[in-house]
C-alpha cells in the first residue's frame, strides 16, 4: 500500500514538474519579425526584380518557420527526448537549420547596397591585418563561394584569435564556425542566382562584389571589436 501511494505521488509531482516546465516555456516564446528588403527589389546591377523578391519570399518562410518550430516546442514532449528519433530533437534541428537560414539572409540582403562605394580605407587596413592585400581578401572570399555548396560564404570576426577569416558554411547549419561574428555573407544557393545566372555561379560573384555594401561590412566589424572589449573583460 504504501509503494502504491509513493508511486501515485512521483507521478503526480512528474505531471506537475511537466505542466510548470511547459508554463514557464510556453511563457518564452520568442517571436521573429521579417525585415523589409523591398528597397533592393528593383535596384541592384545585375539582379532582377523577380530574383531579389522571389529570394526574399523565401527568406519570409524561413522567419514563418522559425516562429512555427518555437511554438510547436511549447508543447513538445520532453520527457521523450532523446537522441535517434523524438519529435523533440527533430525540432531542435529543424530550429537551427530555419533561424540560421533567417538570420544569414537578413545579414546577406543587408549587406547589399543599390548605392555602391569602394571599400573605406579603414575597412581596407583592417583586412590588410589578416590578408597580404584587399585583392588577396576579394580572390579568397570568391573562392570560398565557388567551393560552398548551397549554403554560404562568410567573412567572419573570430572572437578566439581577433582575425578575419573566410568560412563555408554549407545548408544554413553544416560547419558553422564557434566563436565567429559574420561580417560579410554571401549567398551561395542557386536560388540566389539561377533566375538571372542559371548555373553561372562566377557571374553572380562578380555581381555580389559590385553590390557588396563595405560600409556595413565595417559597421559590423568595429561592432565586433567593441564586443571583443567586453568578452576580454569577462571570465568565459
Ligand atoms: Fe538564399
Known amino acids: 500500500m504504501f509503494l502504491i501511494l ?115 580605407e579603414e575597412l581596407v587596413e583592417m583586412i590588410k591585418q589578416d590578408f597580404a592585400s584587399w585583392n588577396d581578401y576579394i580572390e579568397d572570399l570568391r573562392a570560398t563561394g565557388m567551393a560552398s555548396r548551397a549554403g554560404w560564404a562568410v567573412t567572419g570576426y573570430n572572437y578566439r584569435d581577433g582575425k578575419i577569416y573566410n568560412f563555408i558554411i554549407d ?9 565567429v561574428r559574420p561580417v560579410m555573407v554571401m549567398d551561395t544557393w542557386e536560388h540566389a542566382f539561377m533566375i538571372d545566372y542559371g548555373i553561372d555561379k562566377k557571374g553572380y560573384i562578380k555581381a555580389f562584389f559590385a553590390n557588396a555594401d563595405w560600409n556595413v561590412m565595417l559597421q559590423r566589424l568595429k561592432s565586433a571589436l567593441q564586443t571583443d572589449d567586453l568578452l576580454e573583460k569577462s571570465t568565459i
Do not use: W
Open 6 to 120: 509513493v508511486l501515485v505521488l512521483c507521478l503526480m509531482t512528474g505531471d506537475m514538474a511537466m505542466a510548470d516546465l511547459k508554463e514557464k516555456m510556453s511563457m518564452k516564446v520568442p517571436t521573429m519579425e521579417a525585415k523589409d528588403f523591398s528597397y533592393l527589389f528593383d535596384n541592384l546591377e545585375g539582379f532582377s526584380e523577380k530574383q531579389l523578391s522571389q529570394h526574399n519570399e523565401l527568406y519570409e518562410k524561413y522567419v514563418g518557420k522559425v516562429n512555427e518550430i518555437n511554438g510547436r516546442l511549447t508543447n513538445a514532449d520532453v520527457m521523450s527526448a532523446n537522441q535517434n528519433y523524438s519529435e523533440f530533437r527533430s525540432l531542435k534541428v529543424e530550429l537551427a537549420h530555419n533561424l540560421n537560414g533567417a538570420i544569414l539572409h537578413e545579414l546577406y540582403f543587408s549587406n547589399l547596397t543599390p548605392d555602391y562605394q569602394d571599400p573605406p
Open 171 to 179: 545548408q544554413h547549419d553544416l560547419h558553422v564556425p564557434a566563436y
